[in-house]
């Protein structure tokens, strides 16, 4: 049981994050004057957004003339929305786009101080866009790259200078969510960490430092929560009761939407890749139904279809028909029992896991402190700050409690309970 108020908690896991192990207090990072960006798609214009708004004078780099015209419209239009959310004025909102230039060219990049990739999220293709970096980028600019959970020592090695390279996973919209996962290789300079952690504050977010291990703690910590909502949607809820459940809990947006909004493809590539690198089970229902609403062009928001139909918005979710057709169809071919869930049930289902892996990214040392993924699920994912983050509820619920939930899993699904649910000695880690 806690002893402090949510609030509090917050408070200090943030005060905690610039302890990071190994790094001294008083070691001074590179200056960071000016920056590049490589890739200008979603995350490439958000990320660059990020960086003109702090005055950062910015390079965007892509391979196509008409993905630079795209990431420009991108950048113009995140300044208006700034602007009418209040966060900005008009006057500078017309400014600050001054200060990005665009290029076809790599070596147009040879003077920044800092260079961010946000290139698709393929190795090979980051390993050569880091091979290029390492050959033009001037000696002592931070090579940073943006992907979701990929090896950064990998791609830190293509590079030729590993040691100039950290990680920087920005959460989407960039220009909109707090969080910067800083993720540190094993020959990540000190003072590369500290530059990194410098960056954050000018760009107004929240940095936490964290190891290199696939998913990294913040995607880690997510899958499970992913998986189960989707689990629950093929055990016959509806992607609104999923929803309703969650964000009568205090999320924002229910795990189901949020699939929408991100992209249900992107979410299917994601598994793929999971399933290819062997790091989720050979279980025929995990991804099912994303591949599913898929394959019937039920992509999500942007195809205005997905978990849910989408009205001329293209932003409210309505309940789908037609998806729950796919879900039956899917659920059958599979031998999917059907039952009716609880909120409760439903919250606790998706949370588990993510209590379960915040026990084991502590253990593995990926992150130095269990706040740490508070800070990581209230300002990344939108976990509720009322309520504290997934290891401030734990301790809410107590260790009997969790280890109850998980052993009902257990039985619940014995098929992959080794893999889903298995015995964890670390969860009394988060209890400490
Ligand atoms: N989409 C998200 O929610 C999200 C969140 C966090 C991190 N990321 C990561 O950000 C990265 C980019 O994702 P995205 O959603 O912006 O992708 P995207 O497809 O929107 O954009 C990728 C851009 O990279 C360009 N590109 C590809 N190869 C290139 C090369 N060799 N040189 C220069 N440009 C190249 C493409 O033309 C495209 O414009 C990925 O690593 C992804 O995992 C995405």
Known sequence: ?????????????????????????????????TAGVVGAGLMGSGIAVCLLAAGVPTTLVDLKQSALDQGRGSVDKAFASLVKRGQMFESQAKGLPVLLSESLEFEALAD??????????????????????GAIAKPGAILATNTSGLDVDRIARASGRPADVVGLHFFS????????????????????????????????????????????????TLEGYGRESEFLVLEG??????????????????????ADMAGLDIRNHYIHALREA??????????????????????????????????????????????????????????????SFTDEEIVMRCLLPVIDEAA??????????????????????GFPAAKGG???????????????????????????????????????????
């Open 1 to 33: 049981m806690n002893t402090i108020a949510p609030k509090h908690h917050l408070a200090h896991a943030l005060n905690q994050l610039g302890r990071v192990p190994g790094l001294p207090a008083g070691l001074r990072g590179r200056e960071i004057r």
């Open 112 to 133: 920044c101080d800092v260079i961010v990739e946000a290139v698709f999220e393929q190795v090979t293709v980051k390993e050569d866009v880091f091979r290029r970096l």
């Open 173 to 220: 919209p960039a220009f909109v969510m707090p969080l910067l996962e800083i993720v540190r290789g094993k020959e990540t300079a000190l003072e590369v960490l500290r530059s990194a952690l410098y960056l954050s504050t000018i760009l107004r977010k929240i940095g936490v430092v964290v190891g290199n291990s696939p998913g990294f703690a913040a995607n880690r």
């Open 237 to 258: 809820a509806r992607p609104e009761d999923v929803d309703r459940a969650l964000t009568q809990f205090g999320f924002p947006m229910g795990p189901c939407a949020m």
């Open 278 to 339: 062997r790091l989720i089970p050979d279980d025929p229902r995990y991804g099912a139904l994303t591949k599913a609403l898929v394959d019937a062009g039920r992509l999500g928001q942007k195809a205005a279809a997905g978990n849910y139909d989408y009205g001329p918005d293209g932003r409210t979710p309505l309940p789908s028909a037609r998806a729950l057709e796919i879900r039956d169809r899917i659920a059958s071919q599979l031998g999917v029992a059907q039952r």
């Open 360 to 381: 084991r990214v502590l253990a593995e040392g990926v992150v130095p402190r269990a706040s740490d993924v508070d800070v990581i699920w209230v300002y990344g994912y």
């Open 390 to 432: 997934p290891v401030y509820l734990a301790r809410q619920l107590g260790l009997p409690a969790v280890r109850d939930g998980i052993a009902a899993r257990r039985r619940a699904d014995p098929a992959f309970a080794d893999r889903y649910w298995a015995p964890n000695p670390s969860l009394d880690l988060l209890f400490a």
